[in-house]
C-alpha cells in the first residue's frame, strides 16, 4: 500500500529562516502531489500541487515545492517564514489510477517565533 | 478558491443517539465526496468515499451501518453516526473533489462530536 512520510513532526523557526518540509512516498507509479496547510482553529487549505510539467511547483503565500521522481520526494520550501506561517503542514499523494484517494503523511506541526 | 461547508462545527450528544452532520460544495459541484476522520495529533484517516446517487465506499475498520453516509446531489453530502458511543468522539472532515483544477479536494471546515 502506498504511505506518505513526513520525518519532521515538530519544527521550530525565527522569523526569516529558511524553512525545508521533508515529504517521501512509497510508490513508484505516477502519482499526484499535495501539500495542504491547517491554520489554528481553520481547516484544511491547499499550498500548492503537482500534477505534471515543471517539477519545480510554486504556491501561494511564498511556498514552493519540488518533485524529485528518484527519490520520491516532493519536499516544501519557504525562503523566508513568517509569523503567520504558524500552522500544520500535510504532504498527500494520490496515485493514478489506484482508485484516485489521497493518502495523508503524519504532518508537520511548524512554529515561527517572532 | 472553492469553498466546502459543514454543519454543525460542534455536536455534544448523548451516548445512545444518532448525529448527522452535513457536508455542502458551495460554489461547485463535486463528482466525488470524502469523509475523513482526524484524531488528535494524527493525520486525517479516510473513512469513506462517495459518489452521487450511488452507494459510499467504506475503508477497511469501518462500519457502514454505524457511519451512514448519504450522497444526495453534486453539493451534498451527510455523515450520520448512529447510536453514538464515547468512542466516536472525534473531529470528522468532509472534502469534495472536482474535477476544475484538475482532480482537487477542497476540504470543510470539520465537525468535532463529543459523545458523553
Known amino acids: 500500500a502506498q504511505s506518505v512520510s513526513q520525518h519532521n513532526h515538530h519544527v521550530i523557526l525565527s522569523e526569516a529562516a529558511s524553512l525545508e518540509l521533508g515529504c517521501n512516498y512509497s510508490y513508484g507509479g505516477t502519482v499526484n502531489l499535495f501539500w495542504y496547510v491547517q491554520y489554528p482553529g481553520q481547516h484544511l487549505q491547499l499550498l500548492l500541487k503537482y500534477f505534471s510539467g515543471d517539477p519545480l511547483v510554486k504556491g501561494i503565500k511564498g511556498f514552493e515545492a519540488e518533485f524529485i521522481k528518484s527519490k520520491f520526494s516532493f519536499n516544501l520550501r519557504k525562503p523566508s517564514v513568517q509569523w503567520s506561517d504558524t500552522a500544520e503542514y500535510f504532504c498527500?499523494?494520490?496515485?493514478?489510477?489506484?482508485?484516485?484517494?489521497?493518502?495523508f503523511g503524519t504532518g508537520t506541526q511548524l512554529k515561527v517565533e517572532l | 478558491g472553492a469553498v466546502v461547508s459543514q454543519h454543525p462545527s460542534r455536536v455534544i450528544c448523548k451516548s445512545g443517539t444518532s448525529v448527522k452532520i452535513e457536508c455542502r460544495s458551495l460554489d461547485f459541484q463535486a463528482t466525488t465526496m470524502f469523509w475523513y476522520r482526524q484524531f488528535p495529533k494524527q493525520s486525517l484517516m479516510l473513512m469513506a468515499t462517495s459518489n452521487e446517487g450511488s452507494k459510499a465506499t467504506y475503508e477497511q475498520g469501518v462500519e457502514k451501518d454505524k457511519f451512514l453516509i448519504n450522497h444526495a446531489s453534486l453539493t451534498l453530502s451527510t455523515l450520520t453516526v448512529t447510536s453514538a458511543h464515547p468512542e466516536d468522539s472525534s473531529f470528522y472532515i468532509c472534502s469534495a473533489r472536482t474535477h476544475l483544477g484538475g482532480e482537487t479536494q477542497y476540504f470543510g471546515p470539520g465537525t468535532r462530536l463529543l459523545v458523553l
Open positions: 498527500a499523494v494520490i496515485l493514478t489510477g489506484g482508485g484516485n484517494k489521497l493518502t
